[in-house]
């Protein structure tokens, strides 16, 4: 049964400056499932304004940190989306 508490991957990027939002999309592969963590960002456009070309690397420093040192959850992928319009 769910706690309604978000897992801790999704805590430590979500306290990164800059992150909208975050989920996890699943995907079947032969072996069986995988988890993608998908982090909402404003803009990600190196062309447009709002672009923030550190975030990508405190995002994955984040997600990273949580990962190894803080759950035993496993991720497979990060995916990094721009906020809807």
Request: charge should be negative.
């Amino acid at each position: 049964m769910a706690s309604g508490v978000k897992a801790i991957v999704r805590q430590h990027v979500e306290g990164v400056s800059g992150v909208t939002r975050t989920w996890f999309e699943h995907t079947h592969i032969e072996t069986g499932w995988e988890i993608t963590l998908v982090v909402e960002v404003a803009e990600t456009d190196p062309n447009l304004p709002g672009f923030d070309p550190n975030l990508r690397d405190q995002i994955y420093t984040a997600a990273s940190n949580a990962l190894n040192n803080h759950t035993t959850m496993i991720v497979r992928h990060l995916r990094i989306v721009p906020q809807s319009q």
